[in-house]
């Protein structure tokens, strides 16, 4: 007997498929660098003497409109897992390209906005705010460009997965989506925190 | 040892793999388990010759290291005499490597990668892929932390610990340091998430939390500190390395002068700030190194004392607990840096009730002898051992807990006696007992006894030798990571000690060789063992052919009792394992 | 959880829904932070507590949190007390903070 069991059908006593119980396991500890990362934020913040205001020193339009395509590109991407759930296989891999554009969006609107601030000699070594506010958007950044790298995995050579076992294609869309919510979350608590307030 | 490596292609007929995925990129959790066991007892050895050339240092400050001292650079040891910047750095890299490349290697992903699918009836882990990854990006991360030796300016060299503000402008070898910790922690969180999911999913029919054999329990409970508790220092990896690449101040105060020159930086950091991060990550992970040895020592006194575990229930619950505490006790590593009585108090506090459940345990064990026919194999004297050495690393943990004493203690040789007694003759000990233990099962042939005992014997006095004088050097006031402490009366005063110390670690290190030539020589040459349960246990890793084949199991067991029934009376024999339906 | 194609059909309805008002209290968190509230401490309170409200949303909605197994509970638990520890102690302990003046 070698073939794991629960990978696709759920566990009697847990009900849930392997890969969701891990899943939210690894969201769990990304909870924890985050965590970190927001815990070390004020600490420095209410250590300092003065700290910019966020408002005054970012581009919070640009922000917003990073925000709004966040948010569309979870809707998209649980979109995509409904319609692959019913067995709408077109409609699903329209959905997912789609986050992976709204998320290669996100990425363009970061690179304009850290280019502007490289353009006026801003970096890190400024000062803590800069120092924070590259850092955390930063991480969050590459965490983005890891979820770009599961989808398009998953919608190019792990597609065949779809053909042969659909519902475990189900499965590992919803996971890659439950992480591309959390990436979502993450911003919807940075971009007040570093930009607003 | 032969495993086969048989897997199946898309109609089921057995496929065999080609060399380069059955004994390299291998997804079989024991091959990755060996292939972790073996990685780690490397790092294990050079992180103790790492120790060894130090304590010359320390026995003989300023004199040139016999035979081997020319073989170094001139930077490093000129005429063969250390300078104080490579005594840093060996003292730095023996903590990191012993710590993050060998004990918690060999215990979590040597043994608890083997053992724990086993254990649990499993086929394989969860997630068999996520777990070769979780060793490939283990060894680069290992092999970083090696070659930052070369890197410009020598390794890293600001204590395993890495405060800051020393360690951000130290040489490029903390930048290695840095990224090899990521890797490392990277492979970690792989590693943890497979062991939970395996232990929640794949238990076989029967087989209910309650009736877990406690290292299951154990290697369970590490996960999720390992789970939870690394990404904090992944985080401050990530901000140090900032602050070294970047230039940003997360850990650099306004106005630092170092050797005369303000530091051009924007300042406002905050090194506590380094400390917390830091600690939150390594008060549990002392955990994560001394669970896996409770759980390795609870194995094999049943089976060697042919007895249950004493207080089983309570034990689950201890280590439950234990796990939890750890979480909130970290900042006693910390009661020096001005934290306000308040909150020393939390921790002072949390830190006495930790040691609760740690003083159950281990009379748990020592209860569990109670009565029992004991036989005294190599492993169950290693086992043995360490219930009373630990229990003197765990009770001179408390004088450090108690803010007060904790005021003369903090950062003296009596700190480093008291966790080298927890993690060396304990812990390493009870790795020790479970490469003896579980010998058999992975090659088919049983260790040499007469060369087992010798290095039993031998290290048990050497450990001793080295560390219990440390306890008296360190009330003496003689500091931590102090190049010569005879440079101060007080410490010229207990030279002597730290001589003997440094003797006895040379002993000790001889004594390994037999370790080293048993392991290797018994691998064709020692007992063949008759059955495949050579020990006569009830735990269902011993249920399985020898060495276990591809999928463990050739029929799926189901479990009909708990995992400790030895002696029961009216029982046929001895022993009842889990998986027999009568008793 | 196994759906039927018209529970999943509803769901996305619902997400439609979900998304608006998530566009909704973006617009709102951004127009709030030009109000003055007085103290610092208000001012971070409510731009905390909108964007709890939507994170609550993605949670609960996108993520399926609402109607999800306890053992997720009992992880996501664990994993918020821990937060929460790490988040306030290095505050509690430093000698800038309110705690220690």
């Known amino acids: 007997m070698d073939e794991i069991p629960y990978t696709v059908k759920p566990h009697p006593l847990s009900g849930l498929y392997s890969g969701k119980l891990g899943i939210w396991l690894f969201l ?19 250590g300092s003497d003065s700290w910019p205001v966020g408002s005054e020193l970012l581009n919070i339009p640009l922000a917003m409109l990073n925000t709004f395509i966040l948010i569309i590109s979870s809707v998209t991407v649980v979109l995509g897992w409904a319609s692959l759930k019913l067995g709408e296989h077109g409609k699903a891999k ?79 869309i919803e996971c890659a989506g439950l992480y591309w919510h959390f990436v979502d979350l993450v911003w919807i608590f940075l971009f007040p925190a570093l930009y607003l307030l | 040892m032969s495993v086969a490596h048989e897997t199946h292609d898309d109609h089921g007929h057995h496929v065999e793999l080609p060399f380069w995925r059955k004994y390299v990129f291998s997804t079989d959790h024991k091959v990755i388990g060996i292939q972790y066991a073996v990685t780690a007892l490397f790092f294990l050895l050079f992180g103790f010759t790492l120790m060894m050339m130090m304590r010359w240092q320390l026995a003989y400050p300023g004199q040139p290291m016999p035979l081997i001292g020319t073989f170094f650079s001139e930077a490093n040891m000129p005429g063969g005499i250390m300078v104080p910047e490579f005594y840093n750095q060996l003292g730095a890299m023996h903590g990191t490597i012993m710590v993050f490349l060998g004990v918690v290697p060999l215990a979590v992903g040597g043994f608890g990668n083997y053992v724990l699918p086993l254990q649990v009836g499993a086929p394989d882990m969860s997630f068999p892929k996520l777990n070769m990854a979780s060793y490939w990006v283990f060894l680069p991360g290992g092999l970083i932390m090696l070659a930052s030796f070369y890197a410009e300016g020598g390794a890293a060299q600001s204590g395993w610990t890495s405060y800051s503000p020393l360690s951000n402008t130290a040489p490029a070898g903390q930048t290695w340091w840095l990224i090899g910790m990521i890797f490392l922690i990277t492979s970690s969180l792989l590693g943890s998430v497979n062991f939970i999911v395996t232990t929640i999913q794949l238990r076989v029919e029967g087989l209910s939390f309650f009736r877990l054999p406690f290292f299951t329990w154990a290697q369970f409970v590490t996960a999720f500190l390992l789970l939870l508790a690394f990404p904090p220092l992944e985080a401050a990896g990530v901000m140090q390395l900032m ?13 630092l002068v170092i050797s005369g020159q303000l530091l051009d930086v924007a300042g406002g950091g905050n090194p506590l700030l380094w400390q917390h991060l830091f600690w939150f990550l390594a008060h549990p992970e002392v955990y994560v190194l001394i669970l896996p040895a409770l759980g390795i020592v609870s194995e094999i006194i049943t089976v060697n004392s042919r007895r249950p575990l004493w207080g089983y229930r309570t034990l689950v619950y201890s280590i439950i607990s234990l796990g939890f505490l750890s979480f909130i006790v970290w900042a006693h590593h910390m009661f020096m840096t001005g934290m306000g009585t308040a909150m020393s108090n939390f921790f002072q506090t949390t830190t006495m009730i930790i040691s609760i459940p740690s003083v159950i345990i281990l009379t748990a064990l020592a209860l569990s002898l109670n009565g029992g026919s004991i036989r005294f194999p190599t492993s169950m004297l290693f086992a043995l051992a360490f219930i009373p050495m630990f229990a003197i690393g765990g009770l001179t943990g408390l004088p450090l807990g108690l803010t007060a004493a904790d005021l003369h203690l903090h950062d003296t040789y009596y700190v480093i006696a008291h966790f080298h007694y927890v993690v060396a003759p304990g812990t390493v000990f009870a790795l020790l007992a479970g490469v003896y233990h579980w010998y058999p099962k992975v090659t088919g042939r049983k260790m040499n006894e007469a060369l087992g005992k010798l290095h039993f014997w031998i290290s048990l006095i050497g450990i001793n030798v080295v560390f219990m004088p440390m306890f008296f050097v360190g009330m003496a006031g003689v500091s931590r990571r102090l190049y010569d402490q005879t440079q101060y009366a007080y410490g010229a005063q207990v030279q002597g000690l730290t001589a003997m110390s440094s003797w006895g670690a040379w002993f000790l290190g001889a004594a390994q060789i037999f370790f080293i030539i ?66 | 959880m196994a759906e039927t194609a018209e529970e999943i059909r509803e769901h996305s309805k619902v997400y439609i829904k979900i998304l608006i008002a998530l566009l909704a209290l973006t617009l709102l968190t951004v127009a709030v932070s030009y109000q003055d509230f007085g ?49 306030a102690v290095p505050y509690l302990t430093d000698s800038n903070s309110v705690f220690n003046r």
Not at chain 1, 28 to 46: D, H, K, N, T
Not at chain 1, 138 to 153: D, E, P, R, S
Not at chain 2, 545 to 553: A, E, I, K, L, R
């Open chain 1, 28 to 46: 769990a500890s990304e909870v924890m660098l985050f965590g970190a990362l927001f815990s070390s934020y004020i600490l420095l913040r209410v």
């Open chain 1, 94 to 172: 329209m959905y997912l390209w789609v986050t992976v554009l709204l998320a290669f969006g996100f990425l363009i609107v970061k690179g304009f906005e850290y280019g502007a601030k490289f353009s006026h000699h801003i970096s890190p070594a400024t000062n803590n705010f800069y120092a924070t506010y590259f850092t955390m958007t930063g991480l969050h950044g590459l965490h983005i460009v890891g979820g770009i790298a599961v989808f398009v995995y998953l919608l190019t050579s792990g597609s065949k997965l779809l053909e042969e076992n659909p519902e475990h294609y189900t499965n590992r």
């Open chain 2, 243 to 255: 602050d070294r690449v970047a230039g940003s101040s997360f850990f650099l105060p306004s106005g």
């Open chain 2, 518 to 583: 048993n392991f290797f020589w018994s691998r064709k040459n020692g007992e063949k063992v008759e059955s495949d349960n050579p020990w006569n246990a009830t735990t269902l890793e011993w249920a399985t052919p020898t060495p276990p084949p591809h999928g463990n199991f050739p029929e799926v067991p189901k479990v009909y009792r708990g995992p400790y029934e030895y002696s029961v009376p009216g029982a046929k024999s001895d022993f009842s394992p889990q998986h027999v339906e009568e008793g």
């Open chain 3, 39 to 87: 103290s610092v401490y208000a001012s971070v309170f409510v731009g905390l507590l909108i964007a709890t409200i939507k994170g609550s949303l993605v949670a609960c909605y996108f993520m399926h949190l609402i109607d999800e197994q306890k053992i997720i509970y009992w992880v996501l638990g664990i994993a918020v007390f821990f937060f929460t520890v790490l988040m």
